[in-house]
């Protein structure tokens, strides 16, 4: 049997922003089912370090997510 790498994980942005697409949302269309502005979102789809985690949660939750620990990978 082959083994084969697992993907690596999508960061929260790539993961909003894959989901949103895939479901035909604008970011416009998203941000009001979540309550958030769209700029959040889009600072949120482009990663910036610094959100508020009661709002990407908010987004996360419409796609049936939310934000979560993980193991984090060794250096």
């Known amino acids: 049997m082959e083994h084969r790498p697992l993907d690596p994980p999508l960061s929260v942005g790539a993961f909003v922003h ?9 970011l416009r269309d998203l941000a ?3 309550g958030v502005g769209v700029r959040f979102l889009l600072e949120l789809e482009h990663d910036k370090p610094t959100v508020r985690m009661d709002c990407a949660n908010a987004v996360l939750a419409v796609f049936g997510k939310r934000l979560g620990a993980v193991d984090r990978e060794r250096e």
């Open 32 to 34: 009001a089912l979540a």
């Open 18 to 26: 894959a989901r949103r697409e895939a479901h035909g949302m604008s």
